[in-house]
């Protein structure tokens, strides 16, 4: 005989926002649908797997799997709500005992593991800043490939939002004109993450007005900022920037962030250089698990 249990509205509340924010999947388990709850987890794996295999490297791409995951994930939590908050009840299963919940919990958590780890190959961030002016404007949200590594391999990074630990493969490939994020300390001496263009690639030498910079092995050269060429090492380097994601420009939509024409000056070809001699400044990378954690403090400091 199918027992039939009535749940009471705020039981329904709590479960769909906890679906929403922390556990997608646990209203349908304790709604008694399991099977409802795998097939919403089966798109969004399969839209993070997309993610993983290139789709957000494109513009388009990157708004389809936005668009997809958002629409699946609060689907999960209005239908936990609806489940739960039918007028009929809610058939129990055979699952449906708090001794078998906590096993259930541990396969959707699993689940968001491996959405995370392929979904942190790739993240966006707001420009605060005119410094890479007029290539990337204040506003620009830009979307950016990580490289956790220096060498092509799976790392062990955290998680923005919940600082939960995922892993993602990652590759090395530099080119001059390109835009790359990067960690180093402000002016408040506070850990932050920049973005600034590579202006020439290890072993090169770079030419300006007061000498040359013989590029170090396993590094890039930027242009600081107040007249600091900054060799950045590869372990110090977050991700590389593809193209601008949103914009107020409607125009720069989907634009690749990269500076092919050179409009971006430094010291070496601006009228307002700065006076004095060139300095090269020697960036130490930070400890490797707080150098990973750095990106959820991006907000201001590009």
């Known amino acids: ?3 039939i249990k009535q749940r009471n509205k705020l039981t329904a509340i709590f479960l769909a926002i906890l679906s929403l924010i922390l556990v997608q ?45 958002l629409i699946t994930v ?10 739960n908050a039918h007028k009929d009840g809610v058939k129990l299963r055979w699952y449906n005992r708090w001794y078998i919940y ?20 790739y993240k966006h961030y707001r420009i605060m800043t005119t410094h890479n002016s007029p290539i990337l404007q204040i506003g ?23 600082d939960w630990p995922v892993i993602i493969f990652s590759t090395a490939k530099y080119t001059v004109g390109s835009f790359i994020f990067f960690t180093h300390q402000d002016n408040n001496g506070e850990d932050a993450i920049f973005i600034r263009k590579i202006l020439a690639l290890e072993g090169e030498t770079f030419k300006t007005q ?30 590389k920037a593809l193209y601008i994601l949103w914009s107020s420009h409607f ?17 070496s070809v601006s009228e307002n250089f700065y006076i004095g001699k060139t300095i090269l400044a020697e960036i130490n990378h930070y400890d490797k698990k707080n150098k990973l954690s750095l990106s959820k403090q991006i907000a201001g400091k590009i």
């Open 74 to 83: 609060i689907y999960f939590a209005y239908d936990a709500y609806k489940i």
């Open 25 to 69: 999947g646990i209203g349908q388990l304790y709604g008694g649908r399991i099977g409802k709850a795998f097939l919403l987890f089966g798109i969004l794996l399969l839209t993070s797997l997309a993610a993983a295999l290139g789709v957000m490297r494109y513009c388009l791409g990157a708004f389809f799997i936005y668009a997809i995951t």
């Open 1 to 3: 005989m199918q027992v």
């Open 210 to 239: 007061n000498g040359s910079i013989k590029v170090p092995k396993n590094s890039v050269l930027i242009f600081l900022n107040d007249g600091v060429y900054a060799s950045i090492p590869y372990q110090n380097i977050q991700g």
């Open 251 to 267: 125009s720069k939509i989907g634009s690749i962030v990269r500076d092919k024409n050179n409009l971006i000056k430094d010291d």
């Open 102 to 121: 906590p096993i259930f919990i541990i396969i959707f958590l699993f689940f968001n593991f491996i959405n995370n780890t392929l979904f942190d190959t």
């Open 140 to 162: 620009d949200i830009v979307m950016a490939e990580m490289n956790y590594g220096h060498r092509p391999g799976f790392y062990l990074v955290y998680n923005e939002f919940f």
